[in-house]
């Protein structure tokens, strides 16, 4: 397989859906750049991909800077001549109802979830359009598909990802360039197990309501964004990808 080289943001949590996507792509023998806030969580994921022999760089990075995203693209020109895809995962949930949503939490998960996706697109498609190649990949939600109680801001953010996506893939499609949205739907990460923990009987509420009665695994996720950077979805682009066990399909 061509090597190609890639970058995943959000990818510290050891159980989380960047890193999951970071160690598929790196043992289909890609060239990695993991980022993240956590410098020191961000290191230990590529230097558990390294220890295997894969090719894995961590970055630390503030998704929502813009000069923090000119440097990345700086260093990884400068490191690989180019780059072929991008992984928009860095994201947070602050789950309010509307009268308990404060300013603050608003702006963070806009700033974060939207923000951050506009950033990134807006930093590679130079590199990509000299390339005449390049794949983009956003994570959105099945909160950016459907209402669900609680979640406005995050919807908002969401739901903003996949209109500008598309929108975006408008722009650069005749220049090769291809851009999709991932919307999962109840994965078991970190956010998951401390949900649960806290109300265990909601865990087996949260199946049920699920059609396929279980949720889904990080690699779950990770199988669809490979799949999307792939020459195999050399034809796909301005599309939406649902993960959710036929969730939103009720």
Not at 87 to 107: K, T
Not at 133 to 144: M, T
Request: glycine share 10%.
């Amino acid at each position: 397989m061509t090597q190609k080289t890639i970058i995943v943001t959000g990818a510290a949590s050891e159980a989380g859906l960047g890193f999951a996507t970071a160690r598929m792509l790196a043992r289909e023998g890609h060239a990695i750049y993991l980022t993240d806030l956590d410098s020191d969580a961000v290191e230990a994921r590529a230097s558990e991909l390294r220890g295997e022999g894969l090719t894995a760089t961590a970055m630390v990075q503030d998704v929502t800077d813009a000069a923090a995203w000119t440097e990345l693209v700086d260093t990884v020109k400068k490191d690989t001549g180019r780059i072929d895809g991008l992984v928009n995962n860095a994201g947070i949930a602050v789950l309010r109802y509307m009268a308990d949503l404060e300013e603050a939490s608003w702006d963070k998960q806009i700033d974060v979830n939207l923000k951050s996706v506009y950033l990134g697109c807006r930093a590679v498609l130079p590199v990509m359009e000299a390339q005449e190649a390049g794949a983009i990949v956003n994570l959105s939600s099945v909160a950016g598909l459907v209402g669900i109680a609680g979640t406005a801001a995050y919807a908002a953010s969401k739901g903003g990802v996949r209109l500008m996506s598309k929108s975006i893939a408008l722009e650069v499609a005749a220049k090769g360039i291809r851009v999709n949205t991932v919307h999962p739907g109840v994965i078991w990460t970190d956010m998951q197990k401390v949900a649960i923990a806290d109300n265990p009987d909601g865990y087996d509420a949260i199946n049920a309501a699920i059609p396929m009665k279980h949720m889904g695994e990080p690699d779950d996720i990770a199988h669809t964004i490979a799949f999307l950077l792939s020459d195999g979805a050399k034809y796909i682009t301005g599309a939406e990808f649902v993960v959710d066990g036929g969730l939103t399909a009720q």
